[in-house]
């Protein structure tokens, strides 16, 4: 049975930092495409991040060069390092992982996803 938990999310000001954790489990972790979602009341989810299974990456527009993806194999483990944050990330954040290529992840929603974790930044 798959299993993704995340961990991280909570409340930072406006340019801080944080970092969101998904733990995976039940399946070949090393072999799946990875990301993290985002979703606002009212608002379709979205793409935040992606990571390959080779480790290969994709951004969305508005998270480029504040936000990195990366996976450890060793600790079935992707992370989200988020860096000067704004109260437009304000969000809940969903690991998902699928066994498709990473250019999947922006066309459309499939495989399993955690429960999420919300993201607070304050002005």
């Known amino acids: 049975q798959v299993q993704l938990v995340e961990s991280g999310g909570g409340l930072v000001q406006a340019g801080g930092s944080l970092r969101l954790s998904c733990a995976a489990s039940?399946?070949?972790?090393?072999?799946?495409?990875m990301g993290w979602y985002r979703q606002v009341p009212g608002k379709q989810r979205e793409l935040v991040a992606a990571i390959g299974s080779g480790g290969s990456t994709d951004y969305a527009d508005s998270v480029k060069g504040r936000f990195t993806i990366s996976r450890d194999n060793a600790k079935n483990t992707i992370y989200l390092q988020m860096n000067s944050l704004k109260p437009e990330d304000t969000a809940v954040y969903y690991c998902n992982c699928r066994n498709l290529p990473i250019s999947t992840m922006a066309r459309y929603e499939t495989g399993y996803w955690g429960q999420g974790t919300q993201v607070t930044v304050s002005s």
């Open positions: 039940g399946y070949i972790f090393s072999s799946t495409t």
